[in-house]
């Protein structure tokens, strides 16, 4: 009976160990990872750097800008889909753990927006004295709160190119925005949605008179929804964030901007009409629309199903974006020396 059980297992081992094989050769990619420390403001950035495998001795490099939340260095391993596309342009990539995530120092939620900035600038100071970087082809990839730090890096430092991701252009507009696509989404009757505008407009006057996070509990009856008091002193700091002037920074720099079709995050039709108005006139922007993709740029099909997310993430990790979206980015990379906005 024992031999029968230990052969009648056989066949699932096999199943298994090569469902396992299949997970650690699609998430294995084609360039090679390293962890690095950046000291910036007494403290350490705890980052990984990813560069080809092409045997050039410099590449350029892409540094990356987190959007909102406990983001680390990898974004769980997310990233690496869009590191392994910039690594077959030729270029780096470099991001790093946010502030009190994975073991590093600080609170990621006691940052402004410049606090985010002046972060980012040290990380690109730092990768000007790589032996591994071109200093001259150094830029930035930025993804949806990312929208208002990236226009302050470039204003404090140069910057080659700009790979935008779903950016907001105005916090109080934004916050509207998703407020009532969210409502919508969730088929809400006019009765709540009514409540939710009139609680996001208390909300906003007690930001606009400096309020603490206990007044905020009180005037929601007791119920903070979520809300922490970390949290409420990150957006006290943060709701007045405007990116319309700061994008004058961006003014001659090629600019990848990448849009989705179904983002109830962003309005994407107020961030292409501000880029535009900040942008065009320098010929230098760029406007790639995904009609099948959500705010992350995953496709819509997928994020809305954590099982299907998980799976993909899994098994094949590359289709996980919207079709097109990392070709794109390693195109736009690949076009910058070919048209003599960066060195070869």
């Known amino acids: 009976m024992l031999r029968i059980a230990v052969w009648s297992l056989v066949p699932v081992l096999v199943v298994a160990a090569g469902l396992v094989g299949v997970v650690l050769w699609q998430n294995t990619y084609d360039m090679a990872e390293q962890r690095v420390s950046i000291r910036h403001g007494g403290h350490t950035l705890n980052g990984v750097l990813a560069t080809p495998k092409d045997g050039r001795k410099r590449h350029g490099l892409v540094v990356y800008v987190h959007g909102d939340g406990p983001v680390n260095a990898t974004h769980d391993g997310g990233y690496k889909p869009m590191w392994e596309a910039n690594a077959k342009a030729g270029y780096a990539s470099l991001s790093w753990d946010k502030p009190g995530v994975a073991g590093a120092p600080g609170d990621w ?4 927006m410049d606090d985010r900035a002046d972060e980012a600038a040290a990380a690109i100071a730092w990768a000007r ?6 200093g001259d082809r150094i830029g930035l990839w930025g993804a949806s709160q990312a929208g208002w730090v990236v226009p302050k890096v470039a204003a404090k430092t140069p910057v080659s190119f700009v790979i935008a991701v ?3 252009i105005n916090w109080p507009r934004q916050g509207r ?14 009765a709540r949605t009514q409540a939710e505008i009139a609680r996001s407009e208390t909300t906003r006057r007690l930001l606009e008179r400096g309020a603490a996070f206990e007044e905020y509990v009180r005037a929601m009856g007791g119920d903070a929804d979520g809300m922490t008091a970390d949290r409420w002193g990150f957006i006290s700091k943060n709701y007045t964030a405007d990116a319309t002037r700061d994008l004058r920074a961006l003014r001659g720099v090629p600019v990848l901007l990448t849009l989705a079709g179904h983002d109830i995050n962003v309005d ?7 880029y535009r108005r900040a942008l065009d006139g320098g010929g230098a922007l760029t406007v790639k629309r995904y009609p099948d993709a959500a705010h992350s740029l995953l496709k819509r099909s997928i994020e809305q199903s954590d099982l299907r997310t998980t799976l993909t993430a899994l098994f094949v990790p590359r289709s996980l974006f919207a079709d097109g979206f990392l070709d794109d980015q390693r195109q736009f990379l690949e076009d910058l020396g070919r048209d003599g906005n960066a060195s070869p």
């Open 129 to 134: 004295a790589h032996p591994d970087i071109d």
């Open 177 to 190: 925005y998703n407020l009532l696509a969210e409502l919508r989404a969730d088929g809400a009757s006019a």
């Open 109 to 112: 939620l006691d940052q402004s």
């Open 166 to 168: 779903s950016p907001a």
């Open 268 to 274: 994407t039709a107020d961030t292409e009409r501000g």
